[in-house]
């Protein structure tokens, strides 16, 4: 006895035209990868194989985020708290 198997086909016309390399480039530590992306960009950048491709700014990637470098960046919270205190005391009395 054969098992039945159901065909699975792609749907067409719901994938991105503009399916094309692009340069991702995290600004907070220089690092950049080239992937394939169909993110929208005006900006270009000449890459090390020579060829132009569009570039994507990134704040912060996987190069510098730090829960993958296990570098921590400690906020000054207290200071940023009497900061606050000092600014609104006079409210606060009146």
């Known amino acids: 006895m054969r098992p039945n198997f159901k065909v ?3 749907k067409k016309d719901i994938h991105p035209s ?3 390399y692009v340069v991702f480039k995290d600004f907070s ?3 950049a990868f080239l992937t394939k992306s169909c993110a929208a960009t ?3 950048i000449k890459w090390e194989d020579g060829n132009e491709y569009p570039l994507i700014r990134l704040e912060i990637s996987s190069k510098s985020h730090p829960f993958f470098t296990g570098k921590m960046k400690f906020v000054d919270t207290a200071g940023r708290i009497d900061k606050f205190n000092k600014k609104f ?6």
């Open 42 to 44: 005006k900006e270009t």
């Open 29 to 31: 530590c220089n690092e």
């Open 18 to 20: 503009n399916y094309r």
């Open 89 to 94: 005391a006079k409210a606060t009395k009146s």
């Open 8 to 10: 699975l086909v792609m």
